[in-house]
Nanobody, 124 residues
Framework: QLQLVESGGGLVQPGGSLRLSCAAS????????IGWFRQAPGKEREGVSC??????RTNYADSVKGRFTISRDNGKVYLQMNSLKPEDTAVYYC???????????????????WGQGTQVTVSS
């Protein structure tokens, strides 16, 4: 079974940047639609961004548009996060989307193969 691993989290000051990575040991993620999600303490999990498998079209939550960028390279998926705010603090997860998301992805509850998450803390 595909096992995703997130990395790149950490502590950053407001206005700073981080780049998260999503990878699968022994597998390329090029054939999968990938979504990034986050969950802050006491809050429900929310979709952040996704990228489709075939068309590489992307989708973003309104709260991160213009600040976050999702991309693919060398079989991995990245989430570049700029202009970070304290409200971006959360555990960030990546997961694979259904085959139907190969052209257009959606930030839905249809994702599987969740990673263990990486903590992002934005604080001064």
């Amino acid at each position: 079974q595909l096992q995703l691993v997130e990395s790149g989290g950490g502590l950053v000051q407001p206005g700073g940047s981080l780049r998260l990575s999503c990878a699968a040991s022994g597998f390329s993620l090029d054939d999968y639609s990938i979504g990034w999600f986050r969950q802050a303490p006491g809050k429900e999990r929310e979709g952040v961004s996704c990228i489709s498998s075939s068309s590489r079209r992307t989708n973003y939550a309104d709260s991160v548009k213009g600040r976050f960028t999702i991309s693919r390279d060398n079989g991995k998926v990245y989430l570049q996060m700029n202009s970070l705010k304290p409200e971006d603090t959360a555990v960030y997860y990546c997961a694979t989307g259904p085959f139907t998301y190969r052209i257009w992805c959606h930030l839905s509850n249809e994702y599987t193969n969740w990673g263990q998450g990486t903590q992002v803390t934005v604080s001064s």
